[in-house]
């Protein structure tokens, strides 16, 4: 079970960090991602970590804003959001993908999705 947090609303040019705490399996068997989907599209990859700490940038908008972490100890990944920009209101959703080990972080290796949280960036 994936159980996102921290979500809300910012001001443009704001910062805000999500949390995505793991239970009943442990993250660091996976590799961890975040998604999103704002009004009206298609939910996008964001930005994953591997099993190995890889970090990779799916969604090109956010290189250099957004930041994703995990805490092995306490089971928890974390996307760190600077400057956002009301581009950036969405649903994010926290989801554990299948490490084959071969290719990390492919989106479609999803094997859990969190609820998903709320993200408002106003201007």
């Known amino acids: 079970r994936l159980v996102e947090s921290g979500g809300g609303s910012v001001q443009s040019g704001g910062s805000l960090r999500v949390s995505c705490a793991a239970s009943?399996?442990?993250?660091?068997?996976?590799?961890m991602a975040w998604f999103r989907q704002a009004p009206g599209k298609e939910r996008e990859g964001v930005s994953c970590i591997s099993t190995r700490d890889d970090v990779t940038t799916w969604a090109r908008s956010v290189k250099g804003r957004f930041t994703v972490s995990k805490d092995n100890a306490n089971n928890t990944v974390y996307l760190q959001m600077l400057s956002l920009k009301p581009e950036d209101t969405a649903i994010y959703y926290c989801?554990?993908?299948?490490?084959?080990?071969?290719?990390?972080?492919?989106?479609?290796?999803?094997?859990?999705w969190g609820q998903g949280i709320h993200v408002t960036v106003s201007s």
């Open positions: 989801a554990a993908l299948r490490a084959t080990g071969a290719v990390p972080c492919q989106p479609s290796d999803v094997v859990f």
């Open positions: 009943k399996f442990t993250l660091d068997n996976f590799d």
